[in-house]
């Protein structure tokens, strides 16, 4: 471990709060554009809530401001299941960053109200979440074991965008769009994910044990 200095509690409450504040407003103006879209059957409405709510996206950003949240109240936080939701907030809004920015970007014409919550989920969360995990941990929170679980999430996701899709004809990205470019392509674009959040996993529990302990008392 690190002997730098940890930063004190209070910053990392302030630090944890603003990622909190940017994850509620790009998901909250994500909700609040369907609920203005409201009208339609209730079948039609609820398609479009389930489909909000597959993107990866909407999944990482969801995590990030829970996690966030309760680090604000408790920045020391500690627990089986917290380890495995701290580091998956990290590697999902990561992997939602690089997907986004080496692959998806471009692809769709935004007005500037969905450019500016783009900005917020893609780009402006995900800095600031590395930033506060950098900076505020909290840390130790990894084990042996942290990395693998951290990926049964991801693997759900995954699960649920094949299964659904195979139902229903709809995937939220082109990547695991089996009807655009086969299952084999999918297939292999999904496991990619995988093993790249596989292997960022074990480099931030390898970066945690030479980064500073914390966050310190105030």
Do not use: K
Request: glycine content about 10%; proline content about 6%.
């Amino acid at each position: 471990m690190s002997t730098a200095a940890a930063v004190p509690v209070t910053v990392a409450r302030a630090l944890h709060g603003l990622v909190a504040a940017a994850a509620g407003w790009g998901v909250g103006r994500e909700v609040a554009r369907l609920l203005v879209e409201g009208a339609g059957d209730a079948g039609s409405v609820l398609e479009r809530w389930v489909r909000l709510f597959s993107y990866f996206t909407i999944w990482s950003n969801v995590l990030v401001l829970a996690v966030s949240l309760l680090l604000v109240v408790r920045p020391r936080h500690d627990g089986p299941v917290f380890r495995v939701l701290r580091l998956d907030s990290v590697l999902c809004i990561v992997v939602t960053f690089a997907v986004y920015h080496t692959v998806l970007t471009g692809q769709v014409e935004l007005t500037p109200s969905g450019a500016l919550t783009n900005l917020l989920l893609h780009t402006a969360v995900p800095v600031g979440a590395v930033l506060a995990w950098l900076l505020a941990g909290p840390r130790p929170r990894t084990d042996r074991w942290t990395p693998a679980w951290a990926l049964v999430l991801p693997a759900v996701w995954l699960a649920w965008t094949f299964v659904r899709g195979h139902v229903v004809g709809w995937y939220p990205y082109p990547f695991v769009d089996v009807t655009q470019i086969g299952l084999g392509a999918a297939l292999g674009n999904g496991a990619a994910v995988l093993v790249g959040g596989a292997l960022l996993g074990v480099a931030v529990a390898w970066l945690e044990r030479r980064l500073p302990a914390g966050p310190a008392p105030a």
